[in-house]
């Protein structure tokens, strides 16, 4: 039997936390305008968090790097590079509720895909990903394998 994970309620209260706590360290202004949006492996939203200062589009647009992520299995940095350098990949921007823009990864456990995390509403969608990233691994000994 393959072994099957799934992301506890506490486990995405957690990453919340964490990219707040990202957030304080790094630039107080990026946390007083992004969201954070956590998705199951089967696409179902388990945890938003919509600040009070953020712009009304970034709670979609988390909830589509999440999406994206999740779907592709990888950061959607990497998604829109590979869209961005490969003609044939470019088509993956009219898949409806993908975004090509970084802040979106996948939550792992070992090789299997079992929620992800997306980001929206800092100056750039590096930062996000970088928040969606250190957030995760903040939390990595809850997703080790049992």
């Known amino acids: 039997m393959i072994p099957s994970y799934s992301l ?8 919340s ?17 992004s969201n954070t949006l956590i ?3 089967a696409g179902v939203v388990k945890l938003a968090k919509r600040m009070d200062n953020a712009v009304p589009h970034t709670l979609e647009a988390s909830r589509m790097k999440a999406f994206t992520a999740l779907t592709t299995k990888a950061p ?5 590079k590979n869209a961005q350098a490969n003609a044939e990949a470019q088509n993956l921007r009219d ?13 792992k456990v070992g090789d299997q895909t079992i929620g992800a995390i997306g980001i929206g509403g800092a100056p750039s969608g590096s930062i996000d990903q970088q928040c ?5 691994e903040a939390v990595k000994a809850q997703l080790s394998e049992k």
């Open 8 to 15: 506890a309620p506490v486990f995405g209260i957690s990453i």
């Open 17 to 33: 936390e964490q990219r707040k706590i990202y957030f304080n360290h790094r630039n107080t202004l990026i946390l007083l305008l």
């Open 39 to 41: 998705v199951d492996r």
């Open 76 to 80: 959607t940095e990497n998604v829109m």
């Open 95 to 107: 898949i409806p509720g993908f975004l090509l823009l970084a802040g979106g990864v996948p939550v």
């Open 132 to 136: 969606a990233l250190d957030a995760l």
